[in-house]
C-alpha cells in the first residue's frame, strides 16, 4: 500500500477522525469544567460561608431555645448559598463592580452592619464611615477605589499595593503583577481619598480629605500654577494638572529614564508614581530633556530639547503624599448632580492693608514659583543668560511704578540663550495682562516696591 493510500484511508479515516474530535470534545468539556471548579474567587466565598456559618453556630450553640428558633432561617439561608459571581450595578456612574464577589462582607445584604468580626481579609469589611456613608448596592466600589470593576481576579481587578514589601507578598500570595498599561489601577491605601472631591466638592471636613486639603495649601503656596494651569486657569509653560495631567494615558509617559536609573521599578509605572516623582526628585532627573541634540534625527540641525524647568522643593514625605492625592483629584469624572455635595463657602481672606494683599496676590498668581516666597529667590534655568530667575528685591529698585505695570502686563518672551547653540530656556516671564487687573494689580506693584532695594545714594 502506498504512503498517500495508509494515510488518507486507514490513519485519518472519517471514521477515524470522528473518533478522535470525540475526544477532543471530551477533553474540552473536562477542561472547562476543572478550570471552571478552580476559579480564583470560589475559595474566598466558600471559606466566608465556612467562617459565616460556624459565627451563627456558635451563636445558637450559646443562646437558649428562642435564639435558636430566630436563626433557623438564616442557617438556612447561609447553607444554601450559591458560589457565584456577584456584582452591584452601579448605574448612575456607569460601572458594574464584581468586587463583592471576593470582598463578600462588602454587601450590605449579606452583612447589614457593613462591619464584621472576621478577621480574614478580604472578607472582614473595617468599621469606616466611608463605607457606612456610601452604600455599596448604590455606588458600587470602583467609584473610590478605581481599579477594573468587571474583573474577577485578583491581578485584573487591579490591586495596588501601599508599599514595595506589600507588593512582594502580593506577589508570592496572588500572583500579583502589574497589568502594563492598565489606565485604571486601583488608588493604593489613602490615594481612595483622591476620589472624594468627584462628588464632594471644596474639600469638607469629611475624614480623610485632610490629606487633600493639605495639598491643596501646598500647591496655593508654592504658586505651582505660576507655570500649571488647573482647569485652565494659570500659567501656560506647563501641563494642566487637571486637564492633562491627572487624566494622562500611561502611553504617553516616558518611564524610562526614572526606571533606568532605578528610581520605580517595572511594577511600579503607573500615573501616581509619576506624580510622585516629580517631587521625590529634581524633575529634571526624570525628564532630562535632550539639551545637546543628540537624539535629534536631523544630524545637521539639531533641535535640543531643555530639561525639566520644574523645580525640586524639597517636600517631605507627608506633603509629596498630600499633592499626589491632590492631583490625582483633579480628575475629572461625569457624576450626576444630584450626587455633588456641595460645602460652606470659605470665608474670603482678609488682610491688614493693602501691601499685605499685593503680597496675597504675588503668591495667588505663582509669582513666587519663579521669583521665591519672598521675592528674593529665582529658580535656576538652564540655558537662561545669568542661569537664574531674577531675584527681585535686588532689580526692581530701578524701576517706576508704570514701568513695573508694563513689565507685569507684557512679560519678557522669549529669553536670551547663554549658548546659542543649546535649547531655548523653558521659563520665561509671563504675560499677566488679562489676568492681573485694578486694584489687584495696584497692591500687587505696592508690595514689589515695598521690598526693592532703593538705589538712591547716587
Ligand atoms: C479574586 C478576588 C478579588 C477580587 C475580584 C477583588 N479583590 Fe480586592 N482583595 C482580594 C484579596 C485576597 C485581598 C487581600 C490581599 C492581601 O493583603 O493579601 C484584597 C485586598 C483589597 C484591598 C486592600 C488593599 C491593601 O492595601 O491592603 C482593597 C482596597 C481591595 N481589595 C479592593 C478591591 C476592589 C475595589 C475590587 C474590585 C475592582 C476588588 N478588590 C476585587 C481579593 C479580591
Ligand atoms: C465612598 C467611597 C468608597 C466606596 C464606594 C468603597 N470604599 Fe472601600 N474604602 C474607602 C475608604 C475611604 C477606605 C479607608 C482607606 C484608608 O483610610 O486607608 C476604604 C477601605 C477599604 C478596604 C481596606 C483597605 C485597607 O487598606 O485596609 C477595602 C478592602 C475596601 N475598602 C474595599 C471596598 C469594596 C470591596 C467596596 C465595594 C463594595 C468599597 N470598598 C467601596 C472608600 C470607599
Ligand atoms: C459618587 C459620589 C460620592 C463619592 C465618590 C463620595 N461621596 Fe461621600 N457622600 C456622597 C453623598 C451624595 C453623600 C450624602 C449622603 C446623604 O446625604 O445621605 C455623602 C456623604 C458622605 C459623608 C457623610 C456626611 C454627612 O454629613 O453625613 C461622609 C463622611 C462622606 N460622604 C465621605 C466621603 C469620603 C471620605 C469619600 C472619598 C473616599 C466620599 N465621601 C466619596 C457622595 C459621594
Ligand atoms: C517653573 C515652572 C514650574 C513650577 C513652579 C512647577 N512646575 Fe510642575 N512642571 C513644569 C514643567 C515644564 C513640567 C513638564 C515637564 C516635566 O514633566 O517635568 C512639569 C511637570 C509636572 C508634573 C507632571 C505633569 C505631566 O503631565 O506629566 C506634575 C505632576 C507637576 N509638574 C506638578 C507640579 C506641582 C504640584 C507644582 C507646585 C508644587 C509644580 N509642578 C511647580 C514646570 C513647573
Ligand atoms: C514662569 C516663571 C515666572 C513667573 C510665574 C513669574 N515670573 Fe517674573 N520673571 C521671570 C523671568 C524668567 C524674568 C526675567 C526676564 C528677563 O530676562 O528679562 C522675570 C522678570 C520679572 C520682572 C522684571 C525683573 C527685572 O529685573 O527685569 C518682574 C517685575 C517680574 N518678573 C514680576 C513678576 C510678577 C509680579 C509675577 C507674578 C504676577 C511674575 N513675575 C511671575 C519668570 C517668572
Known sequence: ???????????????????????????????????????????????????????????????????????????????????????????????????????????????????????????????????????????????????????????????????????????????????????????????????????????????????????????????????????????????????ETAVKPLARIDFGPAVTQGLITKNERILENWIRLHFATSPAVITPGDPHGEMSSDRNNPQPVPPSPMPYFGFNKEETEALVAYVMSLKADTIPHKYHVSAPLEPEPQFANNIAHGRFIFQKYGCVSCHGKNADKGIPVYNKQGGHVPDLVKTLGTFTREELIKKIQTGVNPEEKEDPAGPAPAIYMPSFKDRIKGKDMDDLVSYLQSIAERIDTW
Open 1 to 243: 500500500m502506498k504512503f498517500k493510500e495508509f494515510f488518507f484511508t486507514k490513519l485519518f479515516s472519517l471514521r477515524n477522525l470522528f473518533f478522535l474530535s470525540n475526544f477532543i470534545v471530551l477533553g474540552l468539556f473536562l477542561f472547562l469544567i476543572t478550570k471552571d471548579y478552580f476559579r480564583e474567587w470560589k475559595p474566598y466565598q466558600k471559606e466566608y460561608n465556612r467562617l459565616d456559618l460556624q459565627r451563627v453556630e456558635k451563636l445558637i450553640a450559646q443562646g437558649g431555645p428562642e435564639t435558636k428558633e430566630a436563626l433557623q432561617d438564616e442557617l438556612k439561608r447561609i447553607k444554601s448559598r450559591p458560589l457565584e459571581i456577584k456584582q452591584v450595578i452601579a448605574a448612575d456612574f456607569a460601572r458594574v463592580d464584581r468586587c463583592i464577589t471576593c470582598h463578600s462582607a462588602y454587601d450590605s445584604f449579606m452583612n447589614p452592619s457593613l462591619t464584621s468580626e472576621f478577621k480574614d481579609f478580604p472578607y472582614a469589611a473595617p468599621k469606616n464611615e466611608v463605607h457606612e456613608k456610601h452604600p455599596p448596592e448604590k455606588y458600587g466600589c470602583t467609584v473610590c477605589h478605581e481599579g477594573q470593576g468587571l474583573a474577577t481576579s485578583f491581578v485584573d481587578a487591579g490591586h495596588m499595593p501601599k508599599s514595595a514589601e506589600q507588593g512582594k507578598e502580593w506577589k508570592e500570595k496572588h500572583q500579583w503583577e502589574i497589568v502594563e498599561y492598565f489606565e485604571h489601577p486601583m488608588n493604593a491605601g489613602p490615594m481612595v481619598y483622591s476620589s472624594c472631591s468627584k462628588c464632594h466638592q471644596a474639600h469638607p471636613n469629611v475624614p480623610g480629605m485632610e490629606l487633600i486639603k493639605n495639598g491643596k495649601k501646598l500647591v496655593f503656596e508654592n504658586g505651582c500654577v505660576g507655570c500649571h494651569q488647573i482647569n485652565g486657569e494659570g500659567g501656560t509653560i506647563a501641563p494642566d494638572l487637571a486637564l
